[in-house]
């Protein structure tokens, strides 16, 4: 440290000046957090409810339309045969994350200047209203605006992964971006449970709901509207949610003593940024992403539009309960595999491979779903959600493996920066998936009669193709990885 610091520097002599200087200011709601953290060593349970809570708000909505979209595109009459059902759905579940797609940088920028809380709270009110008002949608258009202005205005996902950093001090870190995965993958099962078994409550719960009543009118606001209460309980809350960014200039200690003075003291060095664009193991693994989303999206849309589709045009002639039952088994089933044997597999094959075998294994499975369409009766219900648990655990693997990835690919301090844009990416062709598949299944089933992949059997047939492509895209040259120690290093 040359001449200015010759001395072993004692860090008690130096805690309080550098905690004034760097960070703790009296009326800075940030320091007031790191404060309390620094008091508390224990658990924090309530900041592990509350971002459980905040997640699950922001996923619900995600998911909740697809055991009735069919049915919803239908009552709308837009769709002149029937066939045409599937594509117009298409376009509503686009709309969504095309929103989010356009808005996740932006979002992120809003909750650096003027808060986390901010923008997390501007998400939930967003739910609240803009989930609302879809359920009492009466048209086409109003459909796709409403889940537009849902996906624009609610970017509160981004914000909520740096509020669980933020919130718990370093040891219990891990355990506030656990609670938000674990958060996440509840939303996207109980969603769709919400939608399949309280669509049309008036049909399926006549002694409940009676005819002529709001619920009759709106078949299919229940749902949302279970959820935009739920929001509006935890919007209330959030008055009592602590802010976490710092509203003082924070001093960047970046000459020669002071990044010795910071780095004897927290045991830290300081890192220069890298060009992210640039950081080919972390791009190479979210193009890989994105490909997978884009696949994992589009066969969510074809299997809830498939399943409910009437048997003359291939489908399975479900209803929105029996949809909701598939999706809910296999949600949970998923959830049981991530905590009970995922961590056992790739511990024995490491992700990258785990995640190599998981799309091989996919592809057979995704192509028998058109025959298992010829069943009837129990083991068509057994068979298919056999399949669904199967390709839910599978994709969550491969999604499991690149996260995985992109952690291992980036510095701490830019972890955030590397998130926000891959969440921009996967919003981007998670928009084009929805869309995509609805119209190719809507094709698929005018073609019955054809002699190459007649029905259903091309739409899987497409799917199976964009999997293969991502299936490729994980071995090298494409996929590049930072080796940490040569047991992470790729085959």
Not at 17 to 39: D, F, I, M, S, T
Not at 427 to 434: H, R
Request: proline letters at 5%; a neutral charge; one cysteine or more.
């Amino acid at each position: 440290m040359g001449d200015h610091c010759s001395n072993k520097i004692d860090e008690s002599s130096y805690k309080e000046p550098l905690l004034k200087n760097h960070g703790y200011h009296e009326n800075c709601p940030g320091c007031k957090v790191e404060q309390a953290r620094q008091r508390h060593e224990g658990v924090p349970i309530k900041y592990v409810f509350s971002v459980w809570m905040l997640t699950l708000c922001t996923t619900l909505p995600i998911g909740c339309l697809f055991p009735f979209l069919y049915f919803m595109v239908r009552d709308f009459g837009i769709a002149k045969e029937e066939a045409d059902i599937s594509s117009y759905a298409g376009y509503v579940g686009s709309s969504f994350m095309f929103g989010r797609g356009l808005s996740s940088i932006p979002w992120g920028i809003i909750a650096d200047r003027y808060g986390r809380k901010y923008a997390i709270v501007t998400g939930i009110a967003t739910v609240v209203v803009f989930n609302t008002l879809f359920g009492l949608s009466t048209s086409f258009w109003m459909a796709v605006s409403t889940r537009f202005l849902l996906g624009v205005l609610n970017g509160s996902i981004g914000p909520i992964k740096a509020y669980a950093i933020e919130l718990f001090r370093e040891e219990h870190q891990a355990l506030g971006l656990s609670t938000v995965s674990a958060a996440w993958g509840m939303g996207l099962v109980l969603g769709p449970a919400l939608g399949g078994y309280l669509a049309q409550p008036v049909e399926k719960y006549p002694h409940l709901f009676s005819k002529g009543s709001l619920f009759d009118k709106f078949p299919y606001f229940l749902p949302c509207l279970i959820i935009s209460i739920l929001a509006f309980a935890v919007l209330v809350a959030c008055i009592w949610l602590p802010e976490t960014l710092h509203n003082h200039k924070i001093i960047d200690v970046s000459d020669e003593d002071g990044e010795a003075l910071n780095s004897e003291i927290t045991g830290k060095k300081v890192h220069n940024d890298e060009i992210l664009l640039l950081n080919w193991p972390l791009m190479s693994s979210i193009i890989i992403y994105c490909v997978f989303s884009l696949h994992d999206i589009a066969y969510t849309e074809v299997f809830s539009l498939w399943a409910v589709s009437p048997r003359w045009l291939g489908g399975l002639n479900f209803s929105t309960n029996g949809v909701g039952n598939v999706l809910s088994i296999s949600g949970v089933s998923m959830l049981l595999y991530q905590i009970l044997l995922y961590p056992f597999l790739e511990k024995v094959c490491g992700s990258v491979r785990l995640a190599r075998i998981s799309g091989v294994i996919s592809i057979p499975i995704l192509q028998s779903h058109p025959f298992i369409a010829l069943l009837s009766g129990f083991p068509k219900d057994l068979l298919i959600t056999f399949v669904s648990i199967l390709m839910l655990c599978l994709s969550q693997t491969i999604t499991t493996g690149l996260f995985l990835l992109q952690s291992r690919s980036v510095e701490q301090h830019q972890r955030g920066a590397a998130n926000g844009i891959a969440m921009t990416g996967m919003s981007l062709f998670k928009a084009l998936g929805p869309a995509g598949g609805g119209a190719l299944l809507s094709w698929s089933e005018k073609r019955l009669d054809a002699s190459f992949l007649p029905g259903p059997h091309m739409v899987f047939f497409v799917l199976n193709l964009v999997a293969a492509l991502g299936l490729v895209m994980m071995f090298k040259p494409f996929l590049a990885e930072k080796k940490k120690n040569p047991s992470e290093q790729l085959e």
